[in-house]
C-alpha cells in the first residue's frame, strides 16, 4: 500500500486542483489530499479503502443506469412503432416483424402491416435513435475536448456546413436526384460538413499546432461565413426557400433504410474513434499541460477526436437535418447523475440521446392534426431551451456541470 500511496504522491495536488474536471474518485482525492501528506504512512490504507468503495459504488450506478436505460430504449422502439396514422396492435407489430423477418408464416395477416411497420415505422425509428446517440455523443466529446459545458456539435461549424451543402444542392437543382440509389442531398449535406471541418482545421492550426481557443474562433468564423451564405442562397432563390428552411429545422418525414445504411457506416467509424480515445478525453480535461505531462500527445488526440466527433455530426445531419439541444441537454443529465467520466459517460448518453430524439420524434409526428408533421428540429428546441435554463437555475451556485 505504501508503493499505491508514493504512485499517488505526486498526482493528488493535480487531481485536488481539477476535481470538477477529474473523473471518478477525484472528489474524494481532493478532500483527502492534505490527510494523504500530513498523516502517517499506517493511515494510507484507510483512505484508498474510501476511494475504491466510491469508485465501486459509481460503478455499480453505470451498471444500473446502463441497465435501465437500454431496457427503456428497447420499450420505447416497440411502443413507438404502435404510434401513427394507422392503429397496428402490438400483436399485430409482433407478427408482422416474425414475418418479414422469415420466422413465421401468417396468411391471415394483413399485406400492409409489414410494409408500414418495418419499412416505414421501424427504418424512421432506428434513423432518430441513431441520430440522437450521434449527436449526444458528439456533444460530450466537444465539451471534453473545448473543455467548455456549451459546446455542442454546433460549436465548430459542422452543422452549419451540412446545412450549407444541403441548401446549395437544392438551389443548384439536385434536391430531387439521386446518386448510387440515394437522394442527392444527404451526399451534399455530408460533404459541406466534412469541407467546413477541413476549413476549421486549416484555420486553427497556428504553427503547427492545434490550441482550442483558435479552434472555437475558427468555428466561429467558419460558421458565421457559411450562414452568410446560406442567407444569400435564400435570397437569390425565393422557390427553394421553403425547402431550405424546412430541411435546416431538421425533420426525419421520408426517410428510410437507405439513409441509415448511409449514415451508419461514419456514425460507426466516429464511435469507434471516440471510444479509443475516451481515456486521453478524461486527461485532456485536465488542461493541455497536465495531459502532457500524463503522456497525452496533445494535438494528434485532440485532432483524432475532433474528425470522430465532427463525422458523427455530419452523418447526423446530412439525413435528418439540423437538430439543436440532443448534443449540449443529454450529457449535462449524465453528468448530473454519474459524474465527468467519458467512457460512462459517452455510453450513457448514447442511449438517452437515441430515446430523447425517438419520443421528440414521435411528438412531432402527432402534435398537429390532419397528418401534417412539425419539424423535429423545432420539438427538440421547445422542449430543449426551458430544460435547459431550468437546468442553469437549480444547479447550487448557477454552475454548469
Same mark, same amino acid.
Not at 135 to 141: D, N
Given at each position: 500500500m505504501s508503493c499505491y500511496c508514493s504512485y499517488l504522491s505526486p498526482i493528488i495536488p493535480l487531481l485536488a486542483n481539477n476535481g470538477d474536471k477529474f473523473p471518478m474518485g477525484a472528489s474524494?482525492?481532493?478532500?483527502r489530499s492534505i490527510a494523504i501528506?500530513?498523516?502517517p504512512e499506517g493511515t494510507c490504507g484507510l483512505i484508498m479503502a474510501q476511494i475504491q468503495k466510491q469508485v465501486a459504488l459509481t460503478c455499480k450506478r453505470f451498471a444500473l443506469l446502463m441497465a435501465l436505460l437500454s431496457a427503456s430504449l428497447a420499450l420505447s422502439a416497440f411502443f413507438a412503432g404502435l404510434i401513427g396514422r394507422v392503429e397496428i396492435p402490438p400483436s399485430e407489430v409482433v407478427r408482422s416483424i416474425l414475418t418479414e423477418l422469415g420466422l413465421m408464416k401468417d396468411p391471415s395477416l394483413n399485406d400492409a402491416w409489414p410494409v408500414v411497420v418495418l419499412h416505414i415505422?421501424? =427504418?424512421?425509428?432506428?434513423? #432518430?435513435m441513431f441520430v440522437g446517440m450521434a449527436?449526444?455523443?458528439?456533444?460530450?466529446?466537444f465539451q471534453g475536448i473545448f473543455r467548455n459545458p456549451l459546446a455542442d456539435p454546433f460549436t465548430i461549424g459542422v452543422s452549419t456546413g451540412a446545412a450549407f451543402g444541403a441548401s446549395l444542392a437544392l438551389f443548384l437543382g439536385f434536391g430531387h436526384h439521386a446518386l448510387f440509389g440515394l437522394g442527392f442531398l444527404p451526399l451534399a449535406s455530408l460533404a459541406g460538413a466534412?469541407?467546413?471541418l477541413s476549413a476549421v482545421v486549416a484555420l486553427g492550426r497556428i504553427n503547427g499546432r492545434l490550441r482550442r481557443e483558435t479552434m472555437v474562433l475558427a468555428g466561429i468564423v467558419v460558421a458565421t461565413s457559411l450562414s452568410a451564405l446560406i442567407s444569400?442562397?435564400? =435570397?437569390?432563390?425565393?422557390? #427553394?426557400?421553403s425547402s431550405i428552411?424546412?430541411?435546416?429545422?431538421?425533420s426525419f418525414q421520408g426517410r428510410g433504410w437507405s439513409h441509415?445504411?448511409?449514415a451508419l457506416p461514419y456514425m460507426t467509424a466516429g464511435w469507434i474513434l471516440i471510444g479509443i480515445h475516451a481515456r486521453e478525453l478524461d486527461l485532456l480535461s485536465l488542461g493541455d499541460i497536465q495531459a502532457k505531462q500524463l503522456g497525452v500527445d496533445v494535438d494528434r488526440v485532440r485532432l483524432r477526436l475532433l474528425i470522430g466527433a465532427s463525422l458523427l455530426t455530419a452523418a447526423a445531419v446530412s439525413v435528418s437535418g439540423v437538430i439543436g439541444f440532443v448534443g449540449l441537454v443529454v450529457p449535462h443529465l449524465i453528468r448530473l447523475t454519474l459524474g465527468a467520466e467519458h467512457r460512462p459517460l459517452l455510453i450513457l448518453s448514447a442511449l438517452l440521446g437515441g430515446m430523447a430524439l425517438l419520443w421528440s420524434d414521435v411528438a412531432a409526428r402527432i402534435l398537429l392534426p390532419g397528418g401534417e408533421e412539425l419539424p423535429v428540429g423545432v420539438v427538440t428546441a421547445l422542449l430543449g431551451g426551458p430544460f435547459f435554463c431550468l437546468l442553469l437555475r437549480t444547479r447550487k451556485g448557477g454552475e454548469i456541470p
Open positions: 474524494i482525492l481532493k478532500d501528506r500530513e498523516r415505422r421501424l =427504418s424512421r425509428i432506428c434513423l #432518430s449527436l449526444a455523443v458528439a456533444g460530450a466529446t466534412l469541407l467546413a444569400l442562397i435564400k =435570397s437569390l432563390d425565393e422557390e #427553394s426557400v428552411v424546412f430541411w435546416v429545422m431538421g441509415v445504411g448511409f
